[in-house]
């Protein structure tokens, strides 16, 4: 079945530094990739998207690469602010479905 | 933007209670609505699709009995979670995908805010 495996945190870093959450992929055909960011006490909510090989999502400063050969889709920011602090999800639903399948999360810390 | 509410956001009661939880969509209409459940330091795990006006489909290992799903309008959907025991703690997460508009345009799902459920 579809799998997505992202890096395990907690993730601690001053801010003003480069981000790099790795995400892979399991799944048959294209899917459609995200992620999803939940600050705390919040639900989640849709960072950016992909939706075919090479696409690049970006909002808010974050980005990220679909990526066929490798099954991956990294987020990336260059620079962290504290209010970047929350866990992010990568996600994954096959083409024709809305039914999204998550990794398990990655607490992002930022301090000052 | 679509928001999506959730109530309770906490709650806490005996083994043996039955346990309401509602999601409103409240500035769209929500042809599906999703019913997730998250364990500490876990992924969100689907438990069942929730369309209006049919019986939602469950996904495998989900007990039906057990996790009572209404979709009765396109802005709510209940989960019950009937004869609650201590195994059944945990953060219980609905989302919402507005009907699809002319044109087909993917419309992504909108998440609440979760609701934290305590069985004693």
């Known amino acids: 079945g579809d799998s997505v495996t992202q890096m395990e945190g907690p993730v601690t870093l001053s801010e003003e530094a480069f981000l790099t959450i790795n995400c892979t992929y399991t799944?048959?055909?294209?899917?459609?990739l995200f992620w999803y960011v939940q600050y705390p006490g919040e639900g989640l909510q849709l960072l950016l998207k992909?939706?075919?090989?090479?696409d690049k999502g970006s909002n808010k400063g974050f980005e990220a690469t679909y990526r066929k050969e490798t099954t991956s889709f990294h987020l990336e920011k260059g620079s962290v602010q504290v209010s970047d602090s929350a866990v992010y999800f990568c996600a994954l639903s096959r083409a024709g479905s809305y039914q999204l399948t998550f990794g398990k999360g990655t607490k992002l810390s930022v301090i000052p | 933007g679509a928001v999506v509410s959730q109530h309770p956001s906490r709650v806490i009661c005996k083994s043996g209670t039955s346990v309401k939880i509602e999601c409103r969509s409240l500035?769209?209409?929500?042809?599906?609505m999703f019913w997730y459940r998250q364990f500490p330091k876990q992924s969100l795990m689907l438990m069942a699709t929730s369309n209006e006006g049919s019986k939602a489909t469950y996904e495998q290992g989900v007990e039906k009995d057990k996790f009572l799903i209404n979709h009765a309008s396109l802005t709510l959907s209940t989960l019950t979670v009937t004869s609650a025991h201590p195994e059944d703690s945990s953060f219980y997460i609905c989302?919402?995908?507005?009907?699809?508009?002319?044109?087909?345009?993917?419309?992504?799902?909108?998440f609440g805010d979760g609701t934290r459920l305590s069985i004693l």
């Open positions: 989302s919402a995908r507005a009907s699809v508009s002319t044109g087909g345009a993917w419309q992504p799902q909108h």
């Open positions: 500035d769209f209409q929500a042809t599906t």
């Open positions: 992909a939706t075919k090989a090479d």
């Open positions: 799944a048959t055909g294209y899917p459609s």
